[in-house]
Nanobody, 122 residues
Framework: QVQLVESGGGLVQPGGSLRLSCAAS????????MGWYRQAPGKQRELVAV???????MSADSVKGRFTASRDNTKNTMYLQMNSLEPEDTAVYYC????????????????WGQGTQVTVSS
């Protein structure tokens, strides 16, 4: 059983910062890619940023220059440093992983965390 657990969300004023964490645990052999997604009320879930096992990152245009994704492979943990937050960043942030479980030769990309709420408001 694999679990992804996000933490670090909360209420912050515009221009403020938050750091989200996503810890993966369980019977994990290897994690290829970890990603952050978000879903605002009434909107579809959208990609925020992804990090490969080698540390390469890609982020959405809407967060470039403000958000930075990173990973600690020794802890199976991914982070999202969010700076210069705007009200438009308000959403539930989800962690996703493409990983291979022990004893399984295939990678799956449908592992999700439960989400953490980020609210940007004065």
């Amino acid at each position: 059983q694999v679990q992804l657990v996000e933490s670090g969300g909360g209420l912050v004023q515009p221009g403020g910062s938050l750091r989200l964490s996503c810890a993966a645990s369980g019977s994990i052999f290897s994690i290829a890619v970890m990603g952050w997604y978000r879903q605002a009320p009434g909107k579809q879930r959208e990609l925020v940023a992804v990090v490969t096992a080698g540390g390469s990152t890609m982020s959405a245009d809407s967060v470039k220059g403000r958000f930075t994704a990173s990973r600690d492979n020794t802890k199976n943990t991914m982070y999202l440093q969010m700076n210069s937050l705007e009200p438009e960043d308000t959403a539930v942030y989800y962690c996703n992983a493409k990983l291979r479980e022990r004893g399984n030769p295939y990678y799956r990309d449908d592992y999700w965390g439960q989400g953490t709420q980020v609210t940007v408001s004065s």
